[in-house]
T-cell receptor, first 113, second 119 residues
Framework: DVKVTQSSRYLVKRTGEKVFLECVQDMDHENMFWYRQDPGLGLRLIYFSYDVKMKEKGDIPEGYSVSREKKERFSLILESASTNQTSMYLC????????????FGPGTRLTVL | AQKVTQAQTEISVVEKEDVTLDCVYETRDTTYYLFWYKQPPSGELVFLIRRNSFDEQNEISGRYSWNFQKSTSSFNFTITASQVVDSAVYFCALTSPLTTQGGSEKLVFGKGMKLTVNP
């Protein structure tokens, strides 16, 4: 079974802190994605990566950066956390090709105080 | 631009009722793929089905069925004889080869529909 794991289920940080969210997949997927999910807004794509060291901005990249040094790991970085970044963060991965489904991790609920 | 609309935001039914979740999409591409995902209270989205634009056959899987109609740009999902375990948020999503950027495929999600099945 495909497994996508995220480093934390719940995280509480303070405004201005640097925050790292880690995601690891074990199926050798080329693509990895970071979304945030907010009530009434659905899932919004922050960044995605189609290969090691490659990244592309999604729909809401402001305030975030990413890192993909190894194929199985995709990190989301909040350089200086703000309260409006309080959200559920979902990581996903997939094989290349738009017909392939994405596999999601359990999510990290981040609260920024 | 690609768009997915799930007009219903929340539905509540009693167990054993049938329920249909609507999904309407917009795309100018002739080749595209539609997906349904389920997000139970645990939070992890689970893939349910994929349909490509050239295959309009309806599909049935147990109590689940999907009705894809290109003429109305709809990809509706019906749960027959709903059960409490069906309670979840359901997302419809769309992608196409032309939305690729640098080789990676972007999914466009609807806003989701929360289904509550009461005993």
């Amino acid at each position: 079974d495909v497994k996508v794991t995220q480093s934390s289920r719940y995280l509480v940080k303070r405004t201005g802190e640097k925050v790292f969210l880690e995601c690891v997949q074990d199926m050798d997927h080329e693509n990895m994605f970071w979304y945030r999910q907010d009530p009434g807004l659905g899932l919004r794509l922050i960044y995605f990566s189609y290969d090691v060291k490659m990244k592309e901005k999604g729909d809401i990249p402001e305030g975030y950066s990413v890192s993909r040094e190894k194929k199985e790991r995709f990190s989301l970085i909040l350089e200086s956390a703000s309260t409006n970044q309080t959200s559920m963060y979902l990581c996903a991965s997939s094989f290349g090709g738009s017909y392939n489904e994405q596999f999601f991790g359990p999510g990290t609920r981040l609260t920024v105080l | 631009a690609q768009k997915v609309t799930q007009a219903q935001t929340e539905i509540s039914v009693v167990e054993k009722e049938d329920v249909t979740l609507d999904c309407v999409y917009e795309t100018r591409d002739t080749t595209y793929y539609l997906f349904w995902y389920k997000q139970p209270p645990s939070g992890e989205l689970v893939f349910l089905i994929r349909r490509n634009s050239f295959d309009e056959q309806n599909e049935i899987s147990g109590r689940y069925s999907w009705n894809f109609q290109k003429s109305t740009s709809s990809f509706n999902f019906t749960i027959t004889a709903s059960q409490v375990v069906d309670s979840a948020v359901y997302f419809c999503a769309l992608t196409s080869p032309l939305t690729t950027q640098g080789g990676s495929e972007k999914l466009v999600f609807g806003k989701g529909m929360k289904l509550t099945v009461n005993p």
